[in-house]
């Protein structure tokens, strides 16, 4: 798993090319070209959330290695297969300014972390995520871009029932 991007692969979660009411958002993926993190965005609670659907590990594992959700600060948490897992959440469509979506947050796994978020519409086919602790001035900034589809798909175990939470924290 790349410690780098999981964080910013939230970012694939949001469309800006039609920025209106979450509940008419369609599911899309979207990817992190450097991290090769995938996620399908969808409409969640009337805002936008995004799960994690395909990524790239960066080590070599045996087979049947399941990443798990282990830096959560939920200890009860920790055995969660990444798979599935919701990494974005509540991010409404600004009143402020078109193309930009705002008031979410992000979960990293890598650290066990959420953070605040805000996601601006570059094109039709990108977006960038600005994730931040207390103002997005203290932050970073991935770019995302848009997928036709998930080309592959994690799966989660069949032992290991588990439901994405609308907060991970």
Same mark, same amino acid.
């Given at each position: 798993?790349?410690? $780098?991007?999981?964080?910013?692969?939230?970012?694939?979660?949001?469309? +800006?090319?039609?920025?209106?009411?979450? @509940?008419?958002? !369609?599911? !899309? +993926?979207?990817?992190?070209?450097?991290?090769?993190?995938?996620?399908?965005? %969808?409409?969640?609670?009337? *805002?936008?959330?995004?799960?994690?659907?395909?990524? =790239?590990?960066?080590?070599?594992?045996?087979?049947?290695?399941?990443?798990?959700?282990?830096?959560?600060?939920?200890? *009860?948490?920790?055995? /969660?297969?990444?798979?599935?897992? !919701?990494?974005?959440?509540?991010?409404? @469509?600004?009143? %402020?300014?078109?193309?930009?979506?705002?008031?979410?947050?992000?979960?990293?796994?890598?650290?066990?972390?959420?953070? $605040?978020?805000?996601? *601006? !519409?570059?094109?039709?086919?990108?977006?960038?995520? =600005?994730?931040?602790?207390?103002?997005?001035? +203290?932050?970073?900034?991935?770019?995302?871009? /848009?997928?036709?589809?998930?080309?592959?798909?994690?799966?989660?175990?069949?032992?290991?029932?588990?439901?994405?939470? %609308?907060?991970?924290?």
């Amino acid at each position: 798993m790349r410690k $780098s991007s999981p964080i910013w692969l939230a970012a694939v979660v949001i469309s +800006f090319s039609e920025v209106g009411r979450a @509940a008419e958002y !369609q599911s !899309q +993926f979207w990817k992190n070209d450097e991290g090769g993190w995938v996620v399908e965005s %969808r409409e969640c609670d009337h *805002t936008l959330c995004a799960f994690l659907v395909d990524y =790239r590990l960066t080590q070599q594992h045996d087979p049947g290695y399941v990443p798990r959700d282990a830096k959560n600060p939920d200890p *009860t948490r920790r055995e /969660r297969p990444l798979c599935g897992l !919701q990494l974005i959440g509540g991010f409404k @469509a600004s009143a %402020r300014k078109a193309g930009v979506w705002d008031s979410g947050w992000i979960y990293d796994p890598d650290s066990g972390h959420t953070y $605040s978020g805000t996601i *601006t !519409q570059v094109d039709a086919g990108t977006v960038k995520l =600005r994730g931040y602790l207390g103002i997005p001035l +203290f932050g970073r900034t991935l770019i995302l871009h /848009r997928q036709a589809d998930a080309a592959r798909r994690c799966q989660v175990p069949p032992s290991n029932e588990h439901s994405p939470d %609308r907060r991970n924290r």
